[in-house]
C-alpha cells in the first residue's frame, strides 16, 4: 500500500496522481519545483522498478520537465533521486533560472525555502494539474 513519507508530506503540496507517480509541488516559491513520487510501496530506487515502470517514470519526468520548462525565465532543469534524507523513490524536477539564490549550485540544502503565498501557490497547482 502506497503512502508518502512524512517529510515529502510536510515539505510539499499534492498537484496531481499521474499513471505512476503522485506529483507534488514543492513549497519553495523561489524555484519551479515539482516532485514525481512511484506508488509503488516500499520502493527506493529506480533499479527495483518494473522495465515499464521505470519507462513510465521517464515518460513523466520528461512531462514535469516540459512543465517547468514552461515557467518564466526557466533556463536549465536539473533532475535528481537523491534519497538520502527521503528514502522513499522521488525524483526532483525543478526549474533554475541564472541569479536564482542557489545559482549555479544545488537547490538541496542551499537555503531554508520561502514558502508559498495562497495566490502563487493556486497558480502552480493550476499549472500543473492543467498539463
Known amino acids: 500500500m502506497f503512502a508518502l513519507h512524512p517529510r515529502l508530506e510536510a515539505d510539499s503540496h499534492f498537484a496531481a496522481d499521474w499513471p505512476l507517480c503522485r506529483v507534488l509541488v514543492m513549497n519553495d516559491?523561489?524555484?519551479?519545483?515539482?516532485?514525481?513520487?512511484?506508488?509503488?510501496?516500499?520502493?527506493?530506487?529506480?533499479?527495483?522498478?518494473?522495465?515499464?515502470?521505470?519507462?513510465?517514470?521517464?515518460?513523466?519526468?520528461?512531462?514535469?520537465?516540459?512543465?517547468?520548462?514552461?515557467?518564466?525565465?526557466?533556463?536549465?532543469l536539473n533532475i535528481g533521486a537523491l534519497g538520502n534524507l527521503v528514502p522513499q523513490l522521488h525524483v526532483h524536477v525543478v526549474g533554475r533560472r541564472p541569479g536564482d539564490p542557489a545559482w549555479p549550485g544545488p537547490v538541496w540544502g542551499h537555503s531554508a525555502p520561502i514558502p508559498y503565498e495562497a495566490d502563487a501557490l493556486v497558480r502552480i497547482l493550476g499549472a500543473v494539474r492543467a498539463g
Open 29 to 76: 516559491a523561489r524555484y519551479p519545483w515539482l516532485v514525481l513520487v512511484p506508488r509503488r510501496e516500499r520502493a527506493t530506487e529506480v533499479t527495483e522498478l518494473e522495465a515499464t515502470d521505470r519507462a513510465q517514470l521517464i515518460d513523466e519526468i520528461a512531462r514535469a520537465g516540459h512543465l517547468v520548462q514552461a515557467f518564466p525565465g526557466v533556463a536549465k
